[in-house]
């Protein structure tokens, strides 16, 4: 395990030591928690984010999420509780694919399950093990809506601790990743009221 006092030195020491898991303190000397959050999903995108914070506005919690959270603490909380929601993040990042296929294909899109890999067009998108799980969960059930219920449970999995709107922040970055025009998303469309449906293209 390695500690850090500020955000500076926790960039530093994960240039050498990359975790799978990070529990980032929005308060921090210099630079913040959200700009350290930033700045860590973009060098470190399979690494699984834990923000722990005395703000409680939902802002500040979206704030998070947006930037690449898996997940948000507000102070102060159970040791136990920040134990077992690092458990089940590692959980839901490190479970192996079960499927038979190695591949699963919708249009232009192409997921390589066996090595957690995205292909549009031919071309590997970068996603975070989040976008990645819910691209997995849209094409595993093309042209279904799903609610936001069903979509927490296929891509956070039942352990789940947080917020429902969890899953529009996420589907908005991955439409910004894999829409022409995220504004009018082609792939990812919104079932009003409900959740969302992957329009499945032959």
């Given amino acids: 395990m390695l500690e850090a ?3 500076e030195e926790a960039l530093q020491k994960a240039e050498t030591n990359i975790p799978d898991l990070a529990v980032l303190d929005v308060m921090l000397p210099g630079m ?3 700009e350290l959050c930033r700045m860590f999903r973009e060098k470190h995108r399979d690494t699984a ?3 722990l914070t005395a703000r409680g506005q939902d802002m500040d919690k979206l704030m998070g999420l947006e930037l690449g959270a898996d997940d948000y603490m507000v102070k102060p909380f159970n040791p136990a509780e920040l134990v077992a929601r690092i458990r089940a993040v590692l ?3 490190n479970r192996k694919d079960r499927e038979h296929s190695r591949y699963l294909v919708s249009g232009a ?3 390589d ?3 957690q890999l995205a292909y549009k067009n031919g071309s590997e998108v970068e996603l975070t093990p989040r976008e990645y799980l ?3 969960t849209f094409l595993e059930n093309p042209n279904i809506a799903l609610s936001r219920e069903e979509i927490l449970d296929k891509a956070w999995g039942r352990d789940f601790f947080g917020e429902i709107k969890t899953v529009d922040v996420h589907i908005r970055r991955l439409r910004e990743k894999i829409e022409e025009d995220s504004a009018n998303p082609r792939f990812i469309e919104t079932v009003w009221g409900y959740g969302y449906r992957w329009r499945k293209e032959s």
């Fill in 5 to 7: 006092c500020s955000a």
């Fill in 32 to 34: 913040d928690g959200f």
């Fill in 49 to 51: 984010i834990i923000m």
């Fill in 91 to 93: 959980r839901r990042i």
């Fill in 109 to 111: 899109f192409t997921l």
């Fill in 113 to 115: 399950t066996t090595a």
């Fill in 134 to 136: 819910l691209v997995k």
